[in-house]
T-cell receptor, first 110, second 113 residues
Framework: GQSLEQPSEVTAVEGAIVQINCTYQ??????LSWYQQHDGGAPTFLSY????GLEETGRFSSFLSRSDSYGYLLLQELQMKDSASYFC???????????FGIGTKLQVIP | DAGITQSPRHKVTETGTPVTLRCHQT?????MYWYRQDPGHGLRLIHYSYGVKDTDKGEVSDGYSVSRSKTEDFLLTLESATSSQTSVYFC????????????FGPGTRLTVT
């Protein structure tokens, strides 16, 4: 089976750094993705990690440790517009089956 | 933005009626997915397709069927709608071939009364 755990809510101050953790149990694991979703909108892709280590894309970075079944999303220089839900998702199987976590609602406060 | 649309965007229907949601893409991507999103549950996979006429079940497939007769269209049918199927439904596409991004449609808000 597949299961992912991530915190349900996180609050952080504008300009600060926040880390959103994700642990998973996934058979046939290929990689870990992160998506952002603003209220009322559709999820949008942020990053994908297939190998251990850190991937950086602008203010956002994502990390994966396959041996620990663990990853995180790091958001730097937080802006008010970063207030959204963030989902981790595992890719598995031969036909790119994706399983999402329940999402972490990030609130950025002034 | 990826060319992916969903129709209808909003629908209210009565318990027991059949409902079909349509996902249409213009990207010629191989993979297509149907998810439902409910508070406290995140995004849950209903069915997915890895090619024309090739589909498989996700984690919450009971009460749903799908069809894909053309690359660009992926239909989700609620055979006999129930109130528990009130949800927001998202379609997503992915090219495969080493690309793991999923691109989501705008969603369909379905209410079953």
């Amino acid at each position: 089976g597949q299961s992912l755990e991530q915190p349900s809510e996180v609050t952080a101050v504008e300009g600060a750094i926040v880390q959103i953790n994700c642990t998973y149990q996934t058979s046939g694991f290929y990689g870990l993705s992160w998506y952002q979703q603003h209220d009322g909108g559709a999820p949008t892709f942020l990053s994908y990690n297939a190998l251990d280590g850190l991937e950086e894309t602008g203010r956002f970075s994502s990390f994966l440790s396959r041996s620990d079944s663990y990853g995180y999303l790091l958001l730097q220089e937080l802006q008010m517009k970063d207030s959204a839900s963030y989902f981790c998702a595992t890719l598995s199987g031969g036909y790119q089956k994706v399983t999402f976590g329940i999402g972490t609602k990030l609130q950025v406060i002034p | 933005d990826a060319g992916i649309t969903q129709s209808p965007r909003h629908k209210v229907t009565e318990t027991g009626t059949p409902v079909t949601l349509r996902c249409h893409q213009t990207e010629n991507h191989r993979y297509m997915y149907w998810y439902r999103q409910d508070p406290g549950h995140g995004l849950r996979l209903i069915h997915y397709s890895y090619g024309v006429k090739d589909t498989d079940k996700g984690e919450v497939s009971d009460g749903y069927s799908v069809s894909r007769s053309k690359t660009e269209d992926f239909l989700l049918t609620l055979e006999s709608a129930t109130s528990s199927q009130t949800s927001v439904y998202f379609c997503a596409i992915s090219p495969g071939q080493g690309s793991y991004e999923q691109y989501f449609g705008p969603g369909t808000r379905l209410t079953v009364t």
